[in-house]
């Protein structure tokens, strides 16, 4: 059968489908639940998550499912080399934004406290579950954290924008590669150029990692459909990874104008922007990423651009002002169909048989 793979094989699951994992508070048990106990593979960004958190989650992941899951991590979760900015640098962000502020009737922040990294906590914790999958983006696992893994029977997965960063992820010991193309929504993971220059597509990016590395490679970007997932078996794919569809679902945490904007018209405008949170990630078009476009030198570096966007979201979200708001969204949002979860899985499921089914016919 098209869903026997060796993904399936290796993870345990009857389909080749990974639910993509959503860092921001955007996954959900219930969507991990949903997408686990259909054949697939939930997933559950916990970068933001506490240790505690992480734990507190897996406990109520488990609960719901017998089945694998994935558990997601940033393995690079700051832009700054002591997680704080000068003052003149915050001074020059602060006077870009100050205009939005004022439109919005809120006072602008003060200068964000240094940030510390939460990464190597969030990745003791992870490997203390042993959650049957464990991937990650922006970059790969330390070395001894690698070999924990492999003792402890955790499959990794890695995330490449370009064949280097594949072949990099390879060359570390990681079991698959998440081949993610620029149409995805989200964040870029780029790791070892810059996201503006690893913007290769979704079937070309794998076409060159199934040409170079050994590792299955899973596809990542703009698969919504079971023809999707079929030509990206056809180009070599283990298994599709789906964003976007899952997170316009009931299950998800997204919030319902989320799902709505991803539903309506203006989804078929999404732009890569650094306005939001200071790395590059795609969302329906948004004033702000166009007033700001070509600005990215005054905001400051991931994740302190959040201390102005965080407050800003909120105050433009009270009073629905839709285009001051990043609403995450890949570019294959216009043609979604399916609002629950397992609706979309069974789908998944069948227009992929139907396809194989034709071309034996
Ligand atoms: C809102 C949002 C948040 C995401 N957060 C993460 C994350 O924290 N970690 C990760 O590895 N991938 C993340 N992704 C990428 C997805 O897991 C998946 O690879 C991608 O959405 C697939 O492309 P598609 O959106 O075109 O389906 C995110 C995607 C979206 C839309």
Known sequence: MWYTTKATELIGIRYPILQGPFGGNLSSVALVAAVSNAGGLGGYGAYTLSPQEIIAVDRQIKAVTGQPYNLNLWVSDMDTVNGSVSDERYDKAAALFRPYFEEAGIPLPEKPAPFHSRFENQLQAVLDIRPKVFSFMFGTLPHDAMVQCKRLGIITAGAATTLDEALYLENTGVDMIIASGFEAGGHRPSFLA???????????LLQLIREKVKVPVIAAGGIASGKAVAAALALG?????????FLATEESNALPVHREMLFSGAAKYTTLSRAFTGRLGRG????????????DE???PFPLQTTFMAPLRQAALSQEKWDMVLFWAGQIAPVLKHR????????LVEETTA???????
């Open 194 to 204: 810059s996201a503006e220059s690893s913007t290769t597509g979704t079937f070309v």
């Open 237 to 245: 794919a283990t298994a599709v990874q789906v964003g976007t569809a």
């Open 284 to 295: 329906i078009s948004s004033r702000i990423a166009r007033d700001l476009n070509g600005r």
């Open 298 to 300: 005054d905001f400051l």
């Open 340 to 347: 629950h979860a397992d609706q979309l899985m069974r789908s």
């Open 355 to 361: 396809y194989f089914e034709h071309l034996k016919a």
